[in-house]
């Protein structure tokens, strides 16, 4: 791969950062409209609002905006302020700059929110289970350990590339358990629905569902392939910064401006999907969207049961939850 000059990655990095933040804003909009607003489009009540989505989403805007607001601040200096050709590449160059602290920052960080939020979801349709996230949160808090590692260093570099060979094994480390950590918990996560869909299918097939039986596509299919599609937009931008930071290409700047937005607009892009899931051609264009919950139940055997149902009391039963739990809440990144 060729490699750009620092100037011009800088250059591509901010200009690719300003597209994806925009698109990013436009998902940002349109989410949170539906976290603060009810269907009629009044405000919701502070008991009805999801927080801890609410708070995510404050901090993946402020953090994105931060970052956007840092890089054009350098570019502008490097480009205005220091006219001489030779400085601006000795301004980018300069690694315990704040404007290189501050964008250090600001991408591994907005990585380490999603995937805490990941992790999240997991254990929240796991029944709240830590022995089933056990692995991906010891490598999220190995990841945490290794992203303040890494900021250390470039507060301690004097001179040289956030790519440079002292800063490398860190960097490969980092992004290596970020890619493990959206591999394993996106996995987690898609396991559990396609085990609750199975029995539903089972049970539809035993002729007893009959408001189900004529549903090419279940609520749950639709969650299952959503969360597939945005755990792979987010794990491919995370394989290609790792490819570029190994390989010490400048290339590595661009690319982490998309890391740093994707991560926002695939969340985003959840609580939208959420909201508006796939009609299949019965429905026709009144279908109304059901949330499902999953309730405990008596099975017949004594042992505690799972009821899938939606809100107008029609079920579907399962053998795979302990607790009542709102599947639109776990649904969320």
């Known amino acids: ?9 800088e250059l591509i990095a901010q200009t690719l950062g300003c597209i994806v933040y925009g698109i990013y804003l436009v998902t940002l909009g349109i989410a949170g409209r539906l976290l603060l607003t009810t ?3 009044k405000l919701k009540r502070r008991s009805e609002m999801n927080w801890i989505i609410l708070v995510v989403s404050i901090v993946l805007f ?6 956007l607001v840092v890089a054009t601040i350098t570019v502008v200096q490097a480009f205005v302020v220091h006219t001489d050709p030779s400085g601006v590449e000795l301004f980018f160059r300069h690694g315990s700059g704040w404007q290189t602290v501050v964008k250090s920052f600001n991408v591994p960080f907005q990585s380490l929110v999603g995937d805490g939020i990941l992790i999240y979801r997991c254990w929240f349709l796991w029944n709240k289970s830590w022995t089933i996230i056990a692995l991906p949160l010891l490598i999220w808090l190995a990841n945490m350990a290794c992203f303040i590692r890494l900021l250390y260093l470039i507060t301690q570099a004097s001179q040289g590339l956030i790519i440079s060979s002292t800063i490398q094994p860190w960097g490969r480390a980092y992004w290596s358990m970020t890619i493990c950590i959206s591999i394993t918990a996106t996995s987690l996560i898609v396991g559990r629905i396609w085990m609750v869909e199975r029995q539903n299918r089972k049970f539809r097939a035993s002729g007893l569902d ?32 790792l490819v570029t930071y190994t390989m010490q290409s400048t290339w590595h700047y661009p690319v982490s401006g998309l890391e740093m937005h994707s991560v926002g607009i695939t969340f985003n892009l ?25 309730t405990q139940t008596q099975a017949d055997d004594g042992n505690p049961a799972t009821v899938a149902g939606n809100r107008d009391g029609n079920f579907r039963f399962s053998h795979l939850n302990k607790y009542t739990t709102d599947f639109a809440h776990a649904e969320a990144p």
């Open 1 to 9: 791969m060729t490699s750009l000059s620092l100037p011009a990655a």
């Open 39 to 41: 269907e009629s489009g």
């Open 62 to 67: 402020v953090n994105g905006t931060l970052n």
């Open 210 to 241: 009959t408001v189900s039986t004529h549903q090419p596509r279940s609520t749950l299919s639709h969650a299952m392939r959503n969360i597939i599609e945005s755990g792979m937009i987010y794990t491919v931008v995370s394989i290609f910064t």
């Open 270 to 294: 959840i609580l939208i999907r959420r909201s508006h899931p796939s009609r299949s051609p019965q429905d026709g264009a009144s279908a109304v969207s059901v949330p499902l919950q999953f």
